[in-house]
C-alpha cells in the first residue's frame, strides 16, 4: 500500500466544509430575497392598496345607489331591470339588498372569489353568497361552488341567489348540503319584505 501523508478524510473534509459553505451561502440569499421581497410587497400594499380600496369603495358606493331598490319600486319592475344587470352589478344590487335585511355585507375579489361573490354577516352567523344573474336555469355547479367556500371563508352556510330559477340537479344537491337557494319568487318575497318595512 502506497503511503501518501494523507488520507481520505483529509481530502474530504475541506470539501465538505467548502459545500457547507455554498450550501449556507445560498440559503442565505435566498432568505434574504424572501424577506426583501416580502417587505417591498408589503409597502406596496400599505401605500397602494388603501388609495385603490377608496376608488373601489366610492365606485361601488355610487353603483349601489343607482340600482337600489327603493320601497316605492314596483317589484316586478325593478326585477325587470335586474334581468337586465351584468354580473358585477347583479353583485352590487345582492349586497344593497342584504344590508336592507340588516347584514354587514362584504363583497369577494372579483377573480378568485373561491364560490363566493358576497360574505354576509349577522347574528354571530357566517354566510357565503354566490350571485347568479342568469336568464336560464341555474345548475349544480353554482351549488359546487359556494359550498366549496364554505371551508375557504370559515361560513355557517351558503345561499345561491339568482332572478332565474335552479335545475332539479342544482335542488337536489342543495339538499344534501348546507346551501340555501334563492330563485326568483324568493327574491321578489325578500323584495317584498324590504318593500313593506320601508
Known amino acids: 500500500m502506497l503511503d501518501l501523508g494523507f488520507t481520505v478524510f483529509d481530502l474530504i473534509y475541506p470539501l465538505s466544509v467548502i459545500f457547507g ?3 449556507v451561502a445560498i440559503l442565505a440569499r435566498k432568505l ?10 408589503s409597502i406596496k400594499r400599505l401605500i397602494f392598496n388603501p388609495i385603490s380600496n ?10 349601489e345607489n343607482e340600482i337600489n331598490f327603493k320601497p316605492s319600486d314596483d ?3 325593478k326585477l325587470r331591470e335586474v334581468d337586465q344587470l351584468k354580473g358585477d352589478k347583479f353583485e352590487i344590487f345582492l349586497k344593497r339588498m342584504f344590508k336592507d335585511l340588516g347584514y ?16 354576509l354577516l349577522k347574528d354571530g352567523y357566517k ?16 351549488v359546487q361552488e359556494v359550498y366549496a367556500s364554505l371551508e375557504r371563508y370559515v361560513c355557517d352556510k351558503g345561499i345561491v341567489v339568482t332572478n332565474s330559477y335552479f335545475t332539479q340537479s342544482a335542488k ?18 325578500v323584495l317584498l319584505s324590504i318593500k313593506k318595512a320601508g
Open 21 to 23: 459553505i455554498c450550501l
Open 32 to 41: 434574504l430575497l424572501s424577506v426583501t421581497e416580502f417587505i417591498a410587497l
Open 54 to 63: 377608496h376608488f373601489e369603495e366610492k365606485k361601488e358606493l355610487k353603483l
Open 75 to 77: 317589484i316586478e319592475e
Open 104 to 119: 354587514y355585507v362584504e363583497m369577494t375579489a372579483r377573480v378568485g372569489d373561491y364560490g363566493a361573490d358576497l360574505i
Open 127 to 142: 354566510i357565503s353568497v354566490q350571485a347568479k344573474r342568469y336568464s336560464k336555469n341555474v345548475g349544480l355547479r353554482a
Open 172 to 189: 337536489n344537491l342543495a339538499n344534501d348540503t348546507k346551501v340555501e337557494l334563492w330563485d326568483r319568487e324568493k327574491l321578489k318575497e
